[in-house]
């Protein structure tokens, strides 16, 4: 498509848009996790996303993310602005698929192995560039545009690996301990978000990671997670401080959009108009682990939470509040309140079943100066990520994931 093309296909985008913000959401689509699409939705998909590329649809959304990488990365915008900007590239594929709808990667179930996920294999995203082009899947062949003409490109962290990544427990951790916003997006942006982009590398470690699809997975992972938090009784909870430090509200403009901050808050209302399979109905499950991430298929959700509300009640209460109610309750008659374990050290204990937690990747001094972020609240945060795991597992907790 030529220059004036694509420009008259963006005013025309524009314009749809501000008529469904205007009017509400006739057509609410549903997120899904990409493993559980057939492969005839994953057809449709990458079909849609071709046309896509082939529009300059990719070098649009990467030109605008690498122009305000500084006012969304290392502030209180994060949360709202990359939801705005997801649903802009959904609404741009539904020019193509009225049906189009970003699907999300559980990359917490996949947290031990990332290189092992399905989704990186040539039936889905594609995997390891080894530094260089991707060799497989979706984006194979394809040449981005943006900041200059080149193959899609990605490289592990660890070569022909990746380190691992946050367990779906801290990250369950973390959404209990946070009631701010702030303290909520800074450990976020400190953890997941920051191994999962180093972890895939190559573009996706750039301004402009955005030219991998993986960024919209990964994205839309994030957004689930904090649409998830949000119904723990922080659905309209925003605070914290923009790029030049001044306060954010819910009146707040959004860069490049200008949008209200207020306007993301909710879904399937203004311009929202997207729902997450599996918690639709059930978001107010504030101690469910399974609706941070999908438990394996011989570990059901009751299982998972069951294990974690055997720990020691001193441990819960650290870093798993929302559960001392419920683990109270589960409590053996006459067990002390501050015992140091729930493990029976008899013959007769319960054989434990998973895995050790281990310890996740840590932000690369280069990731943390590029996001401007403070050296030393890195630090504190990794410090605790590493605590988190020897604590669960002095404690006999073994993981299902």
């Known amino acids: ?23 509400g959401c006739s057509h609410i689509v549903t997120r899904r996790d990409i493993m559980t699409l057939s492969p005839q939705e994953w057809d449709q998909m990458a079909s849609v996303l071709q046309r896509m590329q082939n529009d300059g649809w990719f070098r ?38 009225p049906d189009f709808a970003v699907p999300f990667w559980d990359e917490l179930r996949d947290s031990r192995n990332p290189a092992g996920s399905p989704v990186l294999t040539d039936r889905r995203v594609g995997g390891n560039g080894f530094g260089g082009c991707v060799r497989d899947g979706l984006q194979q062949g394809w040449t981005m545009s943006f900041p200059g003409p080149h193959c899609l490109v990605r490289g ?41 982009h180093l972890g895939v590398g190559g573009d996706m470690a750039t301004l402009y990671s955005s030219n ?65 399979s599996g918690t639709w109905g059930r978001r107010k499950s504030g101690n469910s682990l399974a609706l941070v991430s ?64 281990v310890y996740p990747a840590p932000l690369t001094d280069e990731w943390v100066g590029m996001h401007r972020f403070d050296k030393n609240k890195v630090a504190k945060t990794m410090e605790e990520a590493r605590e988190f795991v020897d604590v669960l597992n002095r404690a006999g907790y073994r993981s299902p994931y």
């Open 212 to 276: 991998d699809f993986i960024f919209f997975l990964h994205h839309a992972n994030l957004d689930r997670l904090w649409d998830q938090w949000q119904s723990w009784g922080h659905q309209w909870t925003m605070d914290g401080r923009n790029h030049q430090g001044n306060s954010i509200g819910l009146n707040s403009g959004l860069p490049h959009y200008g949008d209200a901050v207020g306007s993301t808050m909710q879904l399937g209302v203004n311009r929202m108009c997207f729902r997450y």
């Open 156 to 196: 592990y962290d660890r070569g022909g690996q990746m380190q691992s990544w946050y367990s779906p427990e801290f990250v369950f951790s973390m959404m209990q301990r946070y009631n701010d916003m702030h303290g909520f997006r800074e450990n976020i942006e400190f953890t997941l978000h920051g191994s999962v």
């Open 294 to 357: 999908t438990p394996p298929p011989n570990r059901g959700a009751t299982s998972a939470e069951a294990d974690l509300e055997k720990l020691p009640l001193p441990v819960l209460q650290k870093w798993f509040p929302a559960l001392v109610s419920s683990a109270r309750g589960n409590a053996p008659a006459g067990a002390a309140a501050g015992t140091n374990s729930t493990r029976s050290s008899s013959g007769s204990s319960e054989r434990l079943v998973g895995h050790f937690l």
């Open 60 to 97: 649009y959304f990467s030109e605008i993310h690498n122009r305000e990488f500084n006012n969304i990365h290392g502030n209180d915008n994060f949360f709202p602005w990359h939801r705005r900007f997801l649903r802009d590239f959904e609404e741009a594929g539904q020019r193509y698929d």
């Open 1 to 23: 498509m030529n220059v004036a093309g694509f420009v008259g296909l963006v005013l025309a985008h524009f314009l749809v848009g501000l008529t469904a913000a205007q009017s």
